[in-house]
């Protein structure tokens, strides 16, 4: 559907790759209002507008990650005491340069986080913390991963109990 109508100056791209039944698209509003009513008149379970402020993880954020690509090259990144799993392609890295460069392509890319979970399961993790608002990412850990225990600091509060990560 995407595909389809991504054309004439219009773009809707897969935005986030959650699970093989729930993906997020991002593009030009009237592209992203196109694409739902096709989704709902080829039989999706449910397709919906997000309230969204910008385009994330698709090509119109290019622009901004060059931008943000001169505010990280002034900065003195340290190598990683531990793996890094990023969003951009699921891998598995310590590489400071590979992370620096997938900090820059996860803002114009695809969330692959259907992947991701794969990723977790190779590295056998025992617990998980999402901090940030909101417990979306735990929610679709807790339908991929059964035995993980699953700690969300979404609040100020959370982040006090410092108890709770150890």
Known sequence: ICLSITKDGLLVQLANI???????????????DIAIQQSNEAGAKRALLLPM???????????????FKK???????????CDVVQNVDASI???????SENL?????????????????????????????????????????????EIISLDNYESFLDKEKIV
């Open 18 to 32: 959650n699970s093989s039944n729930q993906i997020v698209i991002s593009g030009y509003k009237k592209a992203v």
């Open 53 to 67: 402020s910008i385009p994330a993880h698709c090509e119109l954020m290019e622009p901004a990650s060059e931008r």
């Open 104 to 148: 820059i392509s996860q803002i114009y890319s695809p969330v692959r986080w259907a992947e991701i979970m794969n990723s977790f399961k190779k590295l056998r993790l025992s617990k998980c913390v999402e901090c940030g608002p909101g417990k979306v990412l735990s929610g679709l850990i807790k339908r991929t991963l059964k035995d993980i």
């Open 93 to 99: 890295s310590n590489s400071l340069s590979k992370i």
């Open 71 to 81: 505010i990280l090259d002034t900065i003195n990144l340290q190598e990683p005491n």
